[in-house]
């Protein structure tokens, strides 16, 4: 038997949440967004929202707010009076969200943190963390960051560290065959590889929006290409045994743009048969 999935959009979904509140009771909902990690992870972790009262809302509580244009899980981190300054974990330290205690929808109370482990507000972990948050915020965004580049692209960050090392290592004996341009033709396979281990981990990781694919552009085929022009200056003003080289440099740009043009012919219709198989 096949089962359909459909997706209810989100103000039709936060209407019957919110019934369930304001009738008293709690709701436990998955989290999606990866803007309060890594005390919440993106589809990984639940939280049970509940009533509340405005009074009690106090700095460290995380709530369900409306910003205007959407609904957020986000943490206080200022009161006065009525008003309040809510942030979510991961995101920037100035990404601050001024609202009232009327924007405030509920409270969580409990759920699962840290991809899976269940907690209640009144655990010395949920504590410890609420009390971590708040005095290191931006140490605690810069870690998420570094931590979810290392999650999502992994292979991207393995080929590109054997990239520099080849790049700026000190060759005991030479390791290229005696044969005119083969050392450009080495610079396009490299940055070939280099190109499509970024487009593949960028789509695996990503939807095919524009914005999503200009965002792709800037990662996969600007980013190699800057970068090999910075490794030739370096190889030039740096080190004193290698030596910088405008066609090393075309050779750089070439083989990136094959490898977002069979990105574009390839992998991302691919990518886009797959989902849509899924559906």
Not at 17 to 22: K, L, T
Not at 149 to 171: E, M
Not at 179 to 197: E, Q
Request: glycine share 8%.
């Amino acid at each position: 038997m096949n089962l359909s999935v459909k997706k209810i959009p989100n103000e039709i979904f936060f209407e019957q949440v919110m019934e369930e509140i304001n009738s008293g009771e709690s709701v436990r909902i998955r989290v999606t967004g990866r803007s309060m990690m890594p005390t919440f992870r993106d589809r990984k972790d639940e939280i049970v929202l509940s009533p509340f009262k405005k009074e009690e809302l106090k700095v460290g509580d995380v709530v369900l707010f409306n910003r205007g244009d959407t609904i957020c899980v986000h943490r206080i981190i200022a009161r006065k009076g009525d008003k309040l300054i809510i942030r979510g974990d991961g995101n920037a330290h100035k990404a601050y969200e001024p609202c009232t205690v009327d924007d405030v929808m509920a409270i969580v109370t409990g759920g699962t943190m840290y991809g899976g482990k269940p907690f209640t507000v009144q655990d010395k972990k949920w504590k410890a963390n609420t009390s971590m948050v708040l005095k290191h915020h931006s140490k605690f965004a810069v870690w998420h960051r570094i931590s979810a580049v290392l999650r999502r692209y992994p292979l991207s960050i393995l080929v590109l560290a054997v990239l520099l090392y080849l790049s700026f290592f000190k060759p005991l004996h030479p390791i290229l065959p005696d044969v005119d341009n083969s050392d450009k033709i080495l610079h396009s396979l490299m940055y070939l590889g280099v190109g499509l281990t970024f487009w593949t981990e960028w789509l695996k990781g990503h939807s095919f929006a524009s914005k999503s694919m200009l965002r792709g552009s800037i990662f996969c085929l600007f980013f190699p290409v800057v970068l090999g022009g910075l490794i030739e200056l370096g190889q030039e003003y740096i080190t004193e045994y290698r030596s910088g080289d405008v066609w090393d440099f075309v050779s750089n740009v070439a083989g990136s743009l094959v490898a977002t043009i069979l990105a574009a012919a390839l992998i991302i219709p691919l990518g886009r048969f797959i989902l849509k198989r899924r559906k």
